[in-house]
């Protein structure tokens, strides 16, 4: 659906006009593109689509009116690193090289945006295309210093890359951090993607990755986000998959006020694979929304989606996922499913799986359950003398295993299971 432009775009430009322009690593195409789509279409609210529970435009008019952010923080970082990584730092949305772990692997490159090579240079914005997206276009017009990770052909990364996204601010504020990961043929790579909020306050993170795999190429992206009760995001993952290449994805929400997950993935190769999967476990009036695409262009590809959700409060969990089968995309097979539990009756779901195939020959499903804790095995593992509290929190240790067992990084399983005991009922 087509809106005019809303106060809050009007708002959000003004505020960040005296950036447009400084960054040189965007294309003068790509900023032109940029500003053309806000003055146009502006921010979505609750009358389009796509966005129909989850109305960013009202988040940003009601709760943030000063936009910048310093690049500084007095957060230990040293206590944010997981054990046995390289980590990688950037702070509101700012590449911090002095932070980032000095550590050489061969085959691994860091570029920040004002080193980049020409040909780095012609890959940004070509995954993510700034006129079709108010957030595209908000990170590509003023996104702040991020980096270029290049991980060379052949290669195999035996260390995990953690790259620690750190909001650290006194007043309400807007990030725009942005990444590029190529990984080039026949390469493999793991790389953790760690949104953290230091003093949980007030900041918008419209976080922005392209990531390229290349032929027989593959990469494994954890994503952990945990930005606490004053944070809102929204986190576009755009990403394309040439021949044989093998993209997984593990999403896990620990907290955060709102996030906004857009995940597309390009299918552009044959014998490619791509695997989402996303765990969020929410209360009080918290929103995650779950936007996935699969979009299999070519024949001979598989993609899997697994989505679970436990909601707890007066909080919302949204899941819209699209599998979408091209004309040419024959022999395609394509799963996806949104699981999920209501802890209140007042807890909220919104589950919309869609599938559009312009294809004869393909095997694709889609399914989505929702209910309560199971009340039969409540009373069997009551009737053995485990308490109700215990009971519950076994049931949803054993929900959400199918999700969290996809994670093979030791100290990102910790993490994920510590926080979620935390939270559990």
Do not use: W
């Not at 950036?19 to 979505?44: H, Q």
């Not at 590029?180 to 493999?188: G, P």
């Not at 989606?305 to 089968?325: A, P, Q």
């Amino acid at each position: 659906m087509l809106a005019e432009k809303t106060n809050t775009a009007q708002q959000v430009m003004d505020s960040l006009s005296g950036f447009a322009g400084k960054v040189n690593f965007i294309s003068d195409a790509a900023l032109a593109d940029s500003l053309r789509y806000l003055e146009t279409y502006g921010i979505p609210t609750n009358k389009h689509e796509d966005y129909k529970y989850c109305n960013l435009d009202a988040v940003l008019k009601r709760e943030f009116k000063s936009l910048s952010a310093p690049a500084e923080t007095g957060a230990d970082i040293n206590a944010l690193r997981l054990e046995d990584t390289i980590t990688l730092v950037m702070v509101n949305g700012v590449f911090r090289e002095d932070l980032s772990d000095k550590t050489v692997l061969r085959g691994l490159h860091i570029s920040s945006f004002t080193n980049l090579s020409e040909k780095e240079k012609t890959l940004l914005t070509q995954q993510a295309n700034p006129k079709n997206d108010a957030f595209v276009a908000l990170n590509t017009a003023f996104s702040g210093q991020g980096f270029f990770m290049t991980v060379e052909r052949n290669t195999e990364l035996m260390i995990p890359v953690h790259i620690l996204y750190v909001s650290d601010s006194e007043n309400p504020a807007m990030t725009h951090a942005r990444n590029f990961i190529h990984v080039e043929d026949s390469a493999t790579a793991t790389v953790i993607e760690h949104f953290v909020n230091i003093k949980n306050c007030k900041v918008f993170s419209n976080f922005l990755s392209e990531k390229q795999i290349g032929n027989n190429a593959r990469l494994t992206v954890y994503t952990l986000q945990d930005e606490g009760t004053a944070g809102y995001s929204v986190n576009t993952n755009q990403v394309e998959l040439l021949r044989d290449a093998y993209y997984d994805n593990t999403t896990v929400t620990l907290s955060g006020q709102v996030v906004r997950n857009n995940h597309n993935v390009v299918l552009s190769g044959s014998n490619s694979q791509a695997h989402l999967y996303g765990l969020f476990k929410i209360n009080g009036n918290q929103l995650v929304d779950n936007h996935t695409l699969m979009d299999h262009k070519v024949p001979h590809c598989e993609s899997n989606e697994l989505y679970k959700g436990i909601i707890d409060g007066k909080s919302t969990g949204v899941f819209n996922g699209k599998i979408f089968v091209r004309k040419d995309a024959q022999k395609t097979n394509a799963y996806q499913s949104s699981k999920n539990i209501l802890l209140s009756d007042e807890a909220t779901i919104n589950t919309k799986p869609q599938l559009e195939i312009y294809a004869d020959d393909v095997k694709c499903s889609h399914g989505t359950s929702t209910g309560k804790i199971d009340e039969q095995a409540m009373f069997y593992l009551n009737a053995r003398g485990i308490g109700k509290e215990s009971a519950a929190r076994l049931l949803l240790q054993a929900f959400s295993g199918e999700v969290t067992d996809k994670l093979e990084v030791d100290s990102v399983k910790q993490l994920v299971e510590q926080r979620l005991n935390y939270l559990a009922v």
